[in-house]
């Protein structure tokens, strides 16, 4: 598909490895190489970790951002700290949304930081599911301190570990939820689910009227599932272009092909491009 972004068409075009490493590898250095690629947006993984002060490279990634040299080699983290945090303002101030209060369940703050805290600071009342969505424990986080102490001390150990490990590969129309009645707790207890959309469909029970899905990429059949589930409303940290919302990783890539950059911008520069192209979240009534 092509996108018009400040007047200049750029083309957006998907390609896959089904999880193959080598492939991946051999695809980046063609693509540096390419004269008609303007930026990389790696999907399905990140190449690093932002949380509670720290950037955590994560073992497998990390090389190949080395094979890349000439062009812009995103995953989407640029937009994950401030941008996606905006999301929390822009449902108080731009939706009328009180969030003090409100119960809230982030799916994997390590993941996305920059939300996580924002919804915190909005003084709601969250909780993380580090433990349950990344390494399987069915334990939740009520404490921000704790939260920073349980990074501090297992973000140096898991990004030692595959990444096939932590984040499920098959496509979301193929994600079977794994629900228990534990994890349907920790849905039902909460008004607001918040993450990425992989890991909120992961435990997801058949029944959530009334809940708020806040998220990422989302395609129609993602919103027919979410839908019949009895979600309420769905709000997407990017905006849907062409019926989908994209990941950040694109919409990072498209950031930084539009003003012709070979690197990564900063999170303030994301900011001001966002506002000056009036990008703002999806927001989606599904009921």
């Known amino acids: 598909m092509v996108v018009k972004i400040n ?9 896959g490895t089904d999880g193959d490493l080598d492939a991946l590898k051999a695809l980046l250095v063609a693509l540096d190489v390419d004269d008609e690629v303007a930026a990389i947006g790696l999907g399905g993984t990140d190449l690093f970790l932002n949380a509670a002060g720290k950037s955590y490279w994560l073992r497998e990634m990390k090389p190949l951002a080395k094979l890349v040299t000439r062009k812009a080699l995103v995953d989407g983290t640029g937009l994950k700290g401030a941008v996606e945090g905006a999301t929390a303002n822009y449902m108080q101030e731009d939706m009328g949304i009180d ?22 600071d909005a003084g709601a009342q969250v909780s993380y599911a580090d433990l349950l969505y ?33 984040y499920p590969a098959e496509s979301d129309e193929d994600t079977v939820s794994k629900r228990s009645k534990r ?17 909120v469909v992961k435990y997801m029970p058949d029944d959530l009227k009334g809940t708020t899905v806040v998220t990422n990429t989302t395609t129609p059949a993602d919103l027919d599932r979410l839908r ?16 989908r919302s994209f990941g950040t990783n694109v919409m990072e890539a498209l950031l930084v092909a539009s003003v012709g950059a070979t690197e990564r911008l900063t999170p303030e520069r994301y900011l001001e491009l966002l506002k000056e192209l009036d990008f703002e979240p999806d927001v989606t009534y599904l009921q």
């Open 7 to 15: 007047g200049v068409d750029i083309e957006v075009s998907r390609q």
């Open 134 to 166: 990344v390494l399987g424990i069915p334990a939740l986080i009520h404490s921000r301190r704790i939260l920073k102490g349980a990074i501090r001390m297992l973000a140096p150990i898991i990004i030692q570990l595959p990444f096939a490990w932590l």
């Open 183 to 199: 994890t349907d707790r920790f849905y039902y207890d909460n008004d607001i689910i918040v993450g990425d959309y992989k890991y």
């Open 99 to 120: 969030l003090a209060g409100k119960k809230v369940l982030i799916t994997s703050a390590v993941d996305r930081w920059g939300i996580a805290m924002a919804f915190a």
């Open 228 to 243: 019949s589930c009895g979600v309420d409303l769905l709000v997407t940290t990017t905006p849907r272009l062409d019926g």
